[in-house]
Antibody, heavy 114, light 112 residues
Framework: EVQLVESGGGLVQPGASLKLSCVAS????????MSWVRQTPGKTMEWIGD????????NYAPSLKNRFTISRDNAKTTLYLQMSNVRSEDTATYYC???????WGQGVMVTVSS | DVVLTQTPSILSVTIGQSVSISCRSS???????????LYWFLQRPGQSPQRLIY???NLGSGVPNRFSGSGSGTDFTLKISGVEAEDLGVYYC?????????FGSGTKLEIK
């Protein structure tokens, strides 16, 4: 059974950094490009970026490129999202689907507030 | 960025009714590899998005065949032939032809 389990969210202050994790199981993680997608409280969906199966290449939404970094550890079948200098508009539920968008985790909530 | 315009924003339907949702793109979604990376998702209340359709018209694994997708270029449609109660939720289209990938604003399906 394919599983994607996101973690690392919570309440953070503006300007802080946060690292989200996504542990994958049930498929050959190292064969798949992976994405991060977020959904705001108003239900707007936004693609953050993706990473090649071997970690050698990343794409980002231009508006987030300077603050967000995607990485992966194939040995640990884990995807990461490093968020820096977070803002209130980063408040959202974060998902880590495969790049076929066929599997999604349950999501992890991030709330940015002082 | 590619803008996807979804209409309508709300659909109020009765069980058994057939409905269509439109997704129009600000530019062609035909990729240089010949594929059109247009997806449809359903997000039921309190759940993660579920992929219904990929590459415009291909049914996702385990998705009932009352769902179908069609279109090309910039105009795409999701059709539900005979809505069932479990179909309520928000439907999104998404394009993955042009980076950054983008989503439509969603269509909320309500059961009367």
């Amino acid at each position: 059974e394919v599983q994607l389990v996101e973690s690392g969210g919570g309440l953070v202050q503006p300007g802080a950094s946060l690292k989200l994790s996504c542990v994958a199981s049930g498929f050959t993680f190292s064969d798949y490009w992976m994405s991060w997608v977020r959904q705001t409280p108003g239900k707007t969906m936004e693609w953050i970026g993706d990473i090649k199966y071997d970690g050698s290449y990343t794409n980002y939404a231009p508006s987030l490129k300077n603050r967000f970094t995607i990485s992966r550890d194939n040995a640990k079948t884990t995807l990461y999202l490093q968020m820096s200098n977070v803002r209130s508009e980063d408040t959202a539920t974060y998902y880590c689907p495969t790049n076929y968008f066929d599997y999604w985790g349950q999501g992890v909530m991030v709330t940015v507030s002082s | 960025d590619v803008v996807l315009t979804q209409t309508p924003s709300i659909l109020s339907v009765t069980i058994g009714q057939s409905v269509s949702i439109s997704c129009r793109s600000s530019q062609s979604l035909l990729d240089s590899d010949g594929n059109t990376y247009l997806y449809w998702f359903l997000q039921r209340p309190g759940q993660s998005p579920q992929r219904l359709i990929y590459l415009v018209s291909n049914l996702g694994s385990g998705v009932p065949n009352r769902f179908s997708g069609s279109g090309s270029g910039t105009d795409f449609t999701l059709k539900i032939s005979g809505v069932e109660a479990e179909d309520l939720g928000v439907y999104y289209c998404m394009q993955a032809t042009h980076a950054p990938f983008t989503f439509g604003s969603g269509t909320k399906l309500e059961i009367k």
